[in-house]
């Protein structure tokens, strides 16, 4: 079964601060991975994700993960925190059901950016 | 979310009646699904489809049916709500290489069950 666990439920920064959250993933097989945002009363949006391909992946606004296969993470960064980047950031697995793929969902962490 | 949209967008509902939440695709995918959103949990899976009339359950089946009689429409029942199944639904869609590509998401639905 797969299953990633997201470290810190709430993460604050100073604008223009380096962002950091946190994913681990458990997969008996190699995994696909995505990271997604969710604005105040909005649904999800897909920021990125990783197919097996470039270990080192860029998605929109300036975010980028990096899967580490040894450390079994795949942590999303910003070099630089904008007051538009708060949010909520789950990262998430695909898995199998036997009839259909299905994600696993992180319990999710809170971005607060601050002057 | 363009291709994808969810009905209604809010609701408040009485304790013991039924209710029945729908998603609407334009996108002519054949993977569907229904997720619960709550605070500490992230998003669960209720149920989710494979095709018409071919579904299955999630990891927090209980309590909920789905139908889904046309390609374009998920409809997720719950059948006498209660008030642990107040929170936000969110329906998703996902074509092709089954999830390869992610999910694209609904804007959600907001149950309250008083």
């Known amino acids: 079964a797969q299953s990633v666990t997201q470290l810190g439920s709430h993460v604050s920064v100073s604008e223009g601060a380096l962002v950091l959250l946190r994913c681990n993933y458990s997969?008996?097989?190699?995994?696909?991975l995505f990271w997604y945002v969710q604005y105040p009363n909005q649904g999800l949006q897909l920021l990125l994700k990783y197919t097996s391909a470039a270990t080192l992946v860029k998605g929109i606004n300036g975010f980028e993960a990096e899967f580490k296969k040894s450390e079994t993470s795949f942590h999303l960064t910003k070099p630089s925190a904008h007051m538009s980047d708060a949010a909520e950031y789950f990262c998430a697995v695909r898995g199998y059901t036997g009839t259909a793929s299905k994600l696993t969902f992180g319990t999710g962490t809170r971005l607060q950016v601050t002057l | 979310d363009a291709g994808i949209t969810q009905s209604p967008r809010h609701k408040v509902t009485e304790t013991g009646t039924p209710v029945t939440l729908r998603c609407h695709q334009t996108?002519?995918?054949?993977?569907m699904y229904w997720y619960r959103q709550d605070p500490g949990h992230g998003l669960r899976l209720i149920h989710y489809?494979?095709?018409?009339?071919?579904?299955d359950k999630g990891e927090v089946s209980d309590g909920y049916s789905v139908s889904r009689s046309k390609t374009e429409d998920f409809l997720l029942t719950l059948e006498s709500a209660t008030s642990s199944q107040t929170s936000v639904y969110f329906c998703a869609i996902s074509e092709p290489r089954q999830g390869a590509n992610g999910y694209t998401f609904g804007s959600g639905t907001r149950l309250t069950v008083v």
């Open positions: 996108e002519n995918h054949r993977y």
């Open positions: 489809s494979y095709g018409v009339k071919d579904t």
């Open positions: 997969s008996s097989v190699p995994p696909y």
